[in-house]
């Protein structure tokens, strides 16, 4: 199986097959020609290696079950902006209004969004799991609580055969349900174009400690989500892994220390 490349089409950077117009060159070379040639340069054409027993390189494999990972999160969150009355009612206390109002119209772009979203999951569930196809759809009207579970029932089901998924053909084309990001407004949407849409409020937040693998300060800590869930540790430069329960809690410790996200100017 070594090098089989990711089918994804990853490529890694500044590498390229010999058979490349850019193959073999060093930087000013390779400057010169970008000067000298009205052809788009190739930024490396060379694919990443597929991990094992997959056919995803290790990047797409873990960005694409993180962000898949989110899903049932994000439907939750999409049906409680469809509906902030009962959101409200789930998060404190409301102040009654001396004065009934009506109810603001709900983006139809929120609903597309969240039936998109929960379409792509029960299908992949069923794809895993056949026998589901009897279960019923998620009501128009669902509330959030209940959109989570169904949601997450079927999440649940195709992140247990994750990595048989991950070892077929068909895997391209969940990385596209979750991974693809249209440009402008989408014909469907995905996990990362509603994400960008309406994010969900836990970001993670840059470590001030720096990675216990590669020394870099590039941990992202990725708070619970729910009570009793824990909050996960990665590294963008290496990829190193953890969560606040393994090693006995050791890297919960380490990288309690929050460092707020540095805004762009909104
Ligand atoms: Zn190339
Ligand atoms: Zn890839
Ligand atoms: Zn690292």
């Not at 056919?55 to 994000?74: I, M, Q, S, V, W």
């Not at 998924?165 to 084309?173: C, G, H, P, W």
């Amino acid at each position: 199986m070594a090098g089989r490349g990711c089918i994804r089409g990853c490529t890694v950077r500044d590498v390229h097959f010999a058979t490349c117009p850019w193959f073999g060159l060093d930087d000013d070379q390779a400057a010169a020609k970008r000067e000298a040639s009205t052809d788009a340069p190739c930024g490396g054409c060379a694919p990443v290696v597929a991990r094992e027993e997959s056919l995803l390189c290790e990047g797409c494999y873990k960005r694409l079950r993180r962000l898949l990972g989110d899903t049932a999160d994000l439907i939750g969150h999409l049906r409680s902006l469809a509906d902030p009355t009962k959101a409200a009612v789930y998060d404190r206390v409301q102040v009654s209004s001396s004065r009934p109002e009506l109810p603001a119209p709900v983006p139809a772009d929120l609903i597309d969004a969240s039936n998109d979203l929960m379409r792509m999951l029960r299908d992949w569930a069923v794809f895993v799991d056949p026998q589901l196809a009897g279960r019923r759809g998620l009501a128009a009207g669902a509330e959030t609580a209940e959109a989570f579970d169904q949601a997450n029932v079927c999440l649940q089901v195709v992140l247990a055969d994750f990595d048989w998924l991950a070892n077929r053909t068909e895997i391209r084309d969940l990385a596209d349900a979750v991974l693809h990001r249209h440009v402008g407004e989408p014909q469907w949407w995905s996990v990362v174009d509603a994400l960008a849409k309406w994010p969900l409020d836990d970001q993670p937040r840059w470590a001030k400690n720096p990675c216990p693998e590669c020394d870099c300060k590039t941990v992202r800590v990725r708070p619970p989500r729910r009570t009793g869930d824990p909050a996960s540790y990665r590294c963008t430069t290496c990829d190193w892994e953890s969560d606040d329960r393994a090693e006995d809690g050791f890297w919960a410790e380490a990288f309690a220390e929050l460092v707020p996200e540095v805004e762009a100017a909104a």
